[in-house]
T-cell receptor, first 114, second 112 residues
Framework: GAGVSQTPSNKVTEKGKYVELRCDPI?????LYWYRQSLGQGPEFLIY????????DSGLPNDRFFAVRPEGSVSTLKIQRTERGDSAVYLC????????????FGQGTRLTVV | RKEVEQDPGPFNVPEGATVAFNCTYS??????FFWYRQDCRKEPKLLMS???SGNEDGRFTAQLNRASQYISLLIRDSKLSDSATYLC?????????????FGKGTKLSVKP
């Protein structure tokens, strides 16, 4: 079956531009997570959705970052006025709502801000 | 203090060696625990869950000590294919319900 799909796989953008990163989770998974990972670091939590609502957005670094999941399936991470420091791999994961369930990751979007 | 802390690594070991990774977590409300494996430029994948009673999967053994808030992973008879970064992960409930928190990871390199 289909896994977690993230698009685009690579994105190069100029400083100050707006970008949208898309995550298509495994069908039926109600939990969806966004992380970002820099070289040599573990995944850094950004935001977690349970269904359509953001259960925890405490990891969003500032108000330039925003994420939505309007129908409880596909999610979009939006970054305004991109900065060079936003360059990283953005990972999305999904899981069932059951506690302790395995989270499945997409292959990530590598964002480069030049 | 980071919520999940791991041995910094890297661990460079010969084939056949036994290697142990340690991890501590700061949130006593953490409910579930995992080890994930991440290969270079790939996404993390679940290696195994960690239970209080300890659990074993082939050459891999995971242990959890809730009192000390400590998690470990033991790899016996290391293979070249074990080379990867191992991520300690906790699942929190309560204030951050359902939130998965990752450690920085420990890099393992198994040499012939």
């Amino acid at each position: 079956g289909a896994g977690v799909s993230q698009t685009p796989s690579n994105k190069v953008t100029e400083k100050g531009k707006y970008v949208e990163l898309r995550c298509d989770p495994i069908s039926g998974h109600t939990a969806l997570y966004w992380y970002r990972q820099s070289l040599g670091q573990g995944p850094e939590f950004l935001i977690y959705f349970q269904g359509t609502g953001a259960a925890d957005d405490s990891g969003l670094p500032n108000d330039r970052f925003f994420a939505v999941r309007p129908e409880g399936s596909v999610s979009t991470l939006k970054i305004q006025r991109t900065e060079r420091g936003d360059s990283a791999v953005y990972l999305c994961a999904s899981s069932t709502a059951q506690g302790g369930a395995e989270a499945f990751f997409g292959q990530g979007t590598r964002l480069t801000v030049v | 203090r980071k919520e999940v802390e791991q041995d910094p690594g890297p661990f460079n070991v010969p084939e056949g060696a036994t290697v142990a990774f340690n991890c501590t977590y700061s949130n006593s409300a953490s409910q579930s625990f995992f080890w994930y494996r991440q290969d270079c430029r790939k996404e993390p994948k679940l290696l195994m869950s960690v239970y209080s009673s300890g659990n074993e999967d082939g050459r891999f053994t995971a242990q959890l000590n809730r009192a000390s808030q400590y998690i470990s992973l033991l790899i016996r008879d290391s293979k070249l294919s074990d080379s990867a970064t191992y991520l300690c992960v906790v699942l929190n409930y309560g204030g951050s319900q359902g939130n998965l928190i990752f450690g920085k990871g420990t890099k393992l390199s198994v040499k012939p």
